[in-house]
């Protein structure tokens, strides 16, 4: 490794530290996005790598929602593409494998999933970033550089959408 990658400027973590800590955690959030195991995996290497190469001036403490921000950049990025939308759209979105005593709940985890999924992007990072991944409403504003009041009309939407969905009715309703 290199002197940049054991200590990142203002941050006390090293590259190894961070991945250790926040590449679940990025692969998670890339894999609920895009539905897809192997592009979530690329996403995920591309952002450690962006990491390396960029060098960038982290706070410490905002390691995470430095990290998690240039995921969904990439993610939307890649669903944005014509590529993407010819092979991916139409696939099964996740891969779950059930013990044997939690069928129940396995079938209720994939219908909800399946409900984020169908959210629109600007929906579904939302939910993604606070029932996912932890993060309050001033904090997501400040990763997606946006008021809070949107991120929180967002939310708000995006819960809306998913209990219409949930009780079968129309998403766009």
């Known amino acids: 490794m290199t002197q940049y990658a054991d200590a990142l400027e203002n941050s006390a973590l090293s590259f190894g530290e961070m991945y250790e800590r926040y590449a679940t ?19 995920c290497q591309d952002v450690f790598v962006r990491l390396l190469t960029t ?15 240039v995921a969904l950049n990439r993610c939307k ?5 014509s590529w993407l939308k010819r092979v991916v759209l139409g696939s099964p979105a996740f891969e779950l494998v059930p013990a044997p005593d939690e069928i129940g709940e396995m079938e209720e985890n994939t219908a909800i999933m399946q ?17 996912y991944q932890g993060f309050g409403i001033a ?29 079968g009715e129309d998403m766009h309703a």
Not at 34 to 43: F, P, W
Not at 143 to 159: F, K
């Open 139 to 167: 904090e997501i504003a400040k990763m997606l550089e946006l008021p809070e009041g949107t991120i929180s009309s967002r939310l708000s939407r995006a819960r809306k959408r998913l209990e219409n969905t949930m009780k």
């Open 77 to 81: 990025d890649l669903w944005r593409s």
């Open 55 to 69: 060098r960038p001036s982290l706070q410490e403490g905002s390691e995470k929602a430095w990290l998690l921000k």
């Open 25 to 43: 955690d990025v692969l998670r959030v890339c894999y609920f996005y895009l539905g897809n195991r192997e592009q979530a995996e690329d996403v």
């Open 115 to 131: 409900a984020v999924h169908s959210l629109p992007p600007d929906f579904r990072e939302i939910i993604l970033l606070h029932y």
